[in-house]
Nanobody, 124 residues
């Protein structure tokens, strides 16, 4: 059974940093693009960042996080990370890890596997 488990969320002050982790199990995700999405209360889920399966390969970021967030992966450990710096209250949301077969993508409906999410709260 495929499983994605996020961790690393929490409460942080504006300007602070958090590192989210996503552990994949149940199959090898080495050749799967993976991504982070987020959903704030009362808002639709939105794309945050995506990374191709190749080490050093393509990465995509939402404009709202570009320059502040960094996505990375460790294929040997079946892990994906999201380093979040210079956090603002607008970054408050539940963050979800997702994986898909095929090509890297930024649209949620293209992703096949999802984690349960981890809450990130940024106080002003």
């Amino acid at each position: 059974q495929v499983q994605l488990v996020e961790s690393g969320g929490g409460l942080v002050q504006a300007g602070g940093s958090l590192r989210l982790s996503c552990a994949a199990s149940g199959r090898t995700f080495n050749n799967y693009p993976m991504a982070w999405f987020r959903q704030a209360p009362g808002k639709d889920r939105e794309f945050v960042a995506a990374i191709d399966w190749r080490i050093g390969g393509l990465t995509y970021y939402a404009d709202s996080v570009k320059g502040r967030f960094t996505i990375s992966r460790d294929n040997a450990k079946n892990m994906v990370y999201l380093q979040m710096n210079s956090l603002t209250p607008e970054d408050t949301a539940v963050y979800f890890c997702a994986a898909k077969s095929g090509s890297i993508a930024t649209r949620g409906h293209e992703y096949d596997y999802w984690g349960q999410g981890t809450q990130v709260t940024v106080s002003s």
